[in-house]
């Protein structure tokens, strides 16, 4: 089969991987891939927005299964493009990647089918939801209604905070035109409960645990991702249980009694409260840093598993025992403004899995070209040891503007 997956950064690299160790895939390319992709497919010079050119591709290639990366691809319609061209491709449409990519949507389709999440409310005007968080206490969280690529929320433990994340939301657009829905601040620990998704079927991944923020022990601006690991002792056998039952499966029905039925993989953001397990967030489509430590422990054939999902049939996955752990190199100053084009030497060390994030060849090198730059995964018997693999692998890559955190797993030796 000749296959096309949309992206460009670390989980897409990781979706390459699974899907090259399919002995069905006999091409693949990516648009647009980084660096550590083209080891393994045909990098194309086309953005993941870029529908028309994109399905002009699949068409003119002869592609026989498309997998979607990026919210923003499956935010501009890909998916209906391509299934109304009659290509496969596995992604939900634009009307079931609302459960990302409006927050309003979200949280509307949770109350009204009794799906447990934070109280709530949506604000377009600024003085007005001034008033709200004034009448309410804190810390209280403040959500942009649309995309902004992970870093549309604020939770303000100040008055002042609340009013600098308004400013930026509604009154100077910083992430465009929208609304703000501003929730309970929940406290628990949050996991990650991937499911591919086909209607009402479903099949869970391996649940992981992301670690938002910039520095060690959680401080810092929040960023896209700084690392990730399976195996959380925390999630009991019946914590995931009625995940599944109370959230994901009563999700999945939700929108096919919406008439926008899910194909692909829904993210729940999740928490485990003082008052039980609830959503913070849903995404439509594989998590970032998490699907590089979910999918190395699949061991059912990734192309079986899209094609299942992209023709509407029960999708069926088999996961190894093994714990996995991923630190992220990031570029120094990330998330805020950080310099590219720094060379990264020993690589050819390491002895796990890295994944590129942001990375260019320039003259025969490999260099840093974004903010997150690559993930070293490490995959061991126990947690532990695979926290110390990951750690000795990170010092082997020599790179002058890269820092990463020390910590990540740590909570689960508490």
């Known amino acids: ?19 090259a160790r399919s002995p069905k895939a006999e091409k693949i390319y990516a648009a647009p891939g980084n660096a550590g992709i083209a080891q393994l497919a045909e990098c194309v010079a086309i953005k993941d927005t870029e529908v028309d050119k994109l399905l002009d591709f699949a068409q003119t290639n002869a592609i026989d299964l498309t997998v979607v990366g990026p919210e923003a691809a499956l935010a501009v319609g890909v998916v209906d493009r391509f299934r109304e061209a009659g290509l496969k491709i ?12 409006s927050k309003d949507f979200a949280k509307r389709l949770m109350k009204k089918y009794d799906v447990p ?12 939801a001034m008033a709200y968080v004034r009448r309410g206490t804190l810390p209280t969280v403040l959500k942009y209604d649309g995309l902004a690529a992970g870093k549309g929320v604020v939770i303000a433990t100040t008055m002042e905070e609340a009013e600098a994340a308004l400013r930026d939301m509604l009154l100077d657009t910083k992430y465009g035109d929208g609304r703000v829905v501003i929730e309970e601040f929940l406290t628990g620990e949050e996991f990650s409960l991937m499911c591919f998704v086909a209607g009402s079927k479903i099949c869970p991944m391996p649940v992981a645990q992301d670690h938002k923020r910039a520095y060690d022990n959680d401080e810092g601006p929040n960023t896209g991702g700084m690392g ?24 999945a029905d939700a929108l096919v009694e919406e008439g926008r ?54 999708p069926e996955a088999e996961w190894s025992d093994e714990a996995t752990l991923g630190i992220v190199l990031a570029s120094k100053g990330y998330p805020g403004g950080y310099d590219k084009g ?18 260019a060849m320039k003259d025969g090198a490999l260099v840093t070209a974004g903010g997150r730059v690559m993930i070293v ?7 532990k040891e695979a926290q110390t693999k990951a750690r000795e692998e990170i010092a082997k890559i020599e790179c002058e503007n890269l820092f990463h955190r020390t910590d990540i797993g740590n909570k689960a030796f508490k």
Request: charged fraction near 25%; aromatic fraction near 10%; proline fraction near 4%.
């Open 261 to 314: 039925p899910f194909t692909g993989v829904l993210y729940g953001g999740l928490m485990k409260t003082p008052q039980g397990i609830k959503v913070i967030e849903f995404n439509a489509r594989f998590g970032d840093p998490e699907t590089e430590v979910v999918l190395p422990r699949l061991k059912s054939d990734a192309v079986d598993l899209f094609m299942a999902v992209a023709s509407d049939e029960q």
């Open 1 to 19: 089969m000749k296959i096309l997956v949309i992206g460009s950064g670390g989980r897409e690299h990781a979706i390459v991987e699974a899907i």
């Open 228 to 251: 990730a690991y399976t195996e959380l002792p925390f999630v009991t056998v019946e914590d995931h249980a009625y995940a599944m039952e109370k959230i994901m499966q009563r999700v």
């Open 90 to 101: 596995f992604g939900p449409t634009q009307a079931a990647t609302e459960i990302e990519s």
């Open 117 to 128: 999440t934070a109280d709530y409310a949506t604000f377009t005007d600024y003085e007005e």
């Open 377 to 383: 995964v490490a995959a061991a018997a126990t947690l």
């Open 342 to 359: 720094y060379v990264i030497g020993g690589t050819e060390r390491v002895e796990s899995k890295i994944y590129h994030m942001g990375t």
